[in-house]
């Protein structure tokens, strides 16, 4: 089936450094979504790239979609303390639109 | 409050109970999901709603486990002679129909079996 990997698993950086997390899906997606869920909270919605080679930037996080569809990424430059937290990419399943293959995520630590 | 609610927050059972949550989603949305998610993983993909009609089923999800959504609206998900297995976030998550839809999260409900 459908497998969607994130990597790096975790990081741990001192505030106002860089952060990038990268999804690789094994299938094409037609699209990816990225969520980010706080420590003992629930993943909320980020953003949604459809189109291939996709930017999408919010505020401090730059969102992108690769040609083929395969792979993305969510970097995050000067980090802040606030953006602690695990870091989800999604797929839409092998089996249609509407459901979705969840990475792994990556979880990061900012020290102040 | 209009997000998604869950009902229990934390469930503690033994082995061999049933238990059953509740899930009410976001009032205009027609599409819920349910997901599990362990430590260190993400949401694992359960089944999922549009209105009333169960739509798809993970071929993980043992035959122990059911779900309805009896008037559109809020959901249950039962499970049946829990096993330590289960212990798990039970997340419900619910969005409009469409393709590409956000999808929005419950606080979920922690079942510890034990």
């Known amino acids: 089936g459908q497998q969607v990997m994130q990597i790096p698993q975790y990081q741990h950086v001192q505030e106002g450094e860089d952060f990038t997390t990268y999804c690789n899906s094994s299938?094409?997606?037609?699209?990816i979504q990225w969520y980010k869920q706080r420590p003992g909270g629930h993943p909320v919605f980020l953003i949604q790239?459809?189109?291939?080679?996709e930017v999408k930037k919010q505020k401090r996080l730059t969102f992108q979609f690769g040609e083929a569809k395969k792979n993305s990424s969510l970097h995050i430059t000067a980090t802040q303390t606030t953006d602690v937290g695990t870091y989800f990419c999604?797929?839409?399943?092998?089996?249609?639109?509407?459901?979705?293959?969840f990475g792994k995520g990556t979880m990061l630590l900012v020290s102040p | 409050d209009t997000g998604v609610s869950q009902n229990p927050r934390h469930k503690i059972t033994k082995r061999g109970q049933n238990v059953t949550f509740r899930c009410d989603p976001i009032?205009?949305?027609?599409?819920l999901y349910w997901y599990r998610q362990t430590l260190g993983q993400g949401p694992e993909f359960l089944t999922y709603f549009q209105n009333e009609a169960q739509l798809e089923k993970s071929r993980l999800l043992s035959d122990r486990f059911s779900a309805e959504r009896p008037k559109g609206s809020f959901s249950t998900l039962e499970i049946q002679r829990t096993e330590q297995g289960d212990s798990a976030m039970y997340l419900c998550?619910?969005?409009?129909?469409?393709?590409?839809?956000?999808?929005?999260f419950g606080p979920g409900t922690r079942l510890t079996v034990l």
């Open positions: 790239l459809v189109k291939s080679g």
């Open positions: 999604a797929g839409p399943a092998n089996s249609g639109y509407s459901t979705l293959t």
């Open positions: 998550a619910s969005s409009l129909a469409g393709s590409y839809n956000e999808q929005f």
């Open positions: 009032s205009e949305h027609n599409r």
């Open positions: 299938t094409t997606l037609s699209n």
